[in-house]
């Protein structure tokens, strides 16, 4: 399986900022997912990242809210922008090494509190 | 879209006793139903997976069996020890539309000694 790094691990932020999470694989991987788990709850998938192209997002989340880049094959970033408390979560990347496999992997979360 | 229902919430069992977590999906259509298990302050990992094509698959002290006709598949843990205490989380998707797994709300095992 692919070793999924994030960055921050975890961060305390203002309301009204943004921040930016970094998601890095040690392998090229040919899809990467962006999730979200609010406090205690079940994980909710945001968008999926497409190498070179804009992401494709789930109902109810919004680029503007969330942009996400994947400028290569191993790296992804998700900006929370605009924060409100109701963004305090844990975001997830997730990764799969092949359309058909069905096995998803995911990176130790970044765990944001927004103040 | 797909919809995962996982019960129990929470399962306490003795150290030694089996533990059983079951879940119900809604689109006949998925064909992929994984299970992970989250440890506090860490990221979900990939315990045990099965496909449509399949009814049960072992591992170990884990199973998991699937009823397609039912639209139900269920996590067995035989033998369970205090390291097994965990949240899990059920999943299933669609492989063919790209791996989108969708969750059901997790089940908090407690194993005492």
């Known amino acids: 399986s692919a070793v999924i790094s994030q960055k921050p691990s975890r961060d305390i932020c203002q309301r009204g900022t943004s921040l930016t999470i970094q998601c890095q694989v040690d392998s090229q991987v040919t899809m990467m997912f962006w999730y979200r788990q609010q406090p205690g709850q079940s994980l909710t998938l945001i968008a999926t990242a497409n190498q070179g192209s804009e992401a494709t997002y789930e109902s109810g989340f919004v680029i503007d809210k969330f942009p996400i880049s994947r400028p290569n094959l191993t790296f992804s970033t998700l900006t929370v922008s605009n924060m409100s408390p109701e963004d305090s979560s844990i975001y997830l990347c997730?990764?799969?090494?092949?359309?058909?496999?069905?096995?998803?992997?995911f990176g130790e979360g970044s765990r944001l509190t927004v103040l | 879209g797909e919809n995962v229902e996982q019960h129990p919430s929470t399962l306490s069992v003795q150290e030694g006793d089996s533990a059983v977590i079951k879940c119900t999906y809604s689109?006949?259509?998925?064909?992929?139903f994984p299970w992970y298990k989250q440890e506090l302050g860490k990221g979900p990992q990939l315990i045990i997976d099965i496909r449509s094509n399949v009814g049960e698959k072992k591992d170990q002290r884990i199973a998991v069996t699937l009823n397609k006709t039912a639209k139900h598949f269920s996590l067995h843990i035989t033998e369970t020890q205090p390291e097994d205490s965990a949240v899990y989380f059920c999943?299933?998707?669609?492989?063919?539309?790209?791996?989108?797994?969708?969750f059901g709300a997790g089940t908090i095992l407690r194993v005492k000694s």
């Open positions: 689109d006949s259509a998925s064909n992929y």
């Open positions: 997730s990764v799969t090494s092949g359309v058909y496999t069905g096995e998803l992997f």
């Open positions: 999943a299933a998707s669609l492989v063919e539309y790209g791996n989108k797994l969708v």
